[in-house]
């Protein structure tokens, strides 16, 4: 048996979560109760305490330890050259990603960073916009290999309509 911890942001990532336990209804279960972390250094005065006060037969311990995650994420990056001013293009770009509830987490460097939740998994993108009279838009997604793929392929048609339609 395993228990895992996930620490959910919003309402939309705990109903994704109680999607995915409903999935498995008989091998996945909430706790019931409390569910305490403790530490090692007062486990047994947090032990003596709990069975002194609740019926042994209410109470579940578990030793547990932390297993890193070191799922394989899939990346593809591209560039397109447009040959718009690059107001018009940042403001394109932006449409794109409200569009798919883009959540902005921040800048790094000249990159700006979103997640995007889809269908198929969460992708990270990465975007850095450049130019003056034409410009340059490279977009970087990392996520499940899916996700990627179909995001991408979404982004890029639509990226090449607008770069089209001058």
Do not use: C, H
């Amino acid at each position: 048996m395993y228990l895992i911890e996930v620490k959910y942001r919003n309402d939309n990532e705990r109903k994704r979560l109680d999607y995915i336990v409903s999935k498995w209804p008989n091998k996945i279960s909430k706790p019931e109760g409390y569910l305490l972390q403790v530490n090692d250094d007062i486990y047994s005065d947090v032990i003596s305490e709990i069975v002194n006060k609740f019926p042994i037969d209410v109470i579940s311990i578990y030793k547990i330890s932390k297993i890193d995650l070191n799922e394989e994420k899939y990346s593809e990056s591209r560039t397109f050259k447009l040959q718009r001013e690059l107001k018009e293009v940042k403001s394109f770009m932006s449409y794109l990603i409200s569009k798919r509830k883009g959540i902005f987490l921040g800048n790094s460097g000249e990159m700006e960073i979103y997640d995007i939740y889809t269908r198929k998994g969460i992708v990270r993108l990465y975007m850095n916009i450049k130019g003056d009279s034409s410009t340059s838009v490279f977009i970087s997604l990392t996520g499940g290999q899916e996700a990627v793929r179909k995001l991408l392929e979404e982004l890029t048609e639509e990226i090449k309509i607008f770069g089209d339609s001058k």
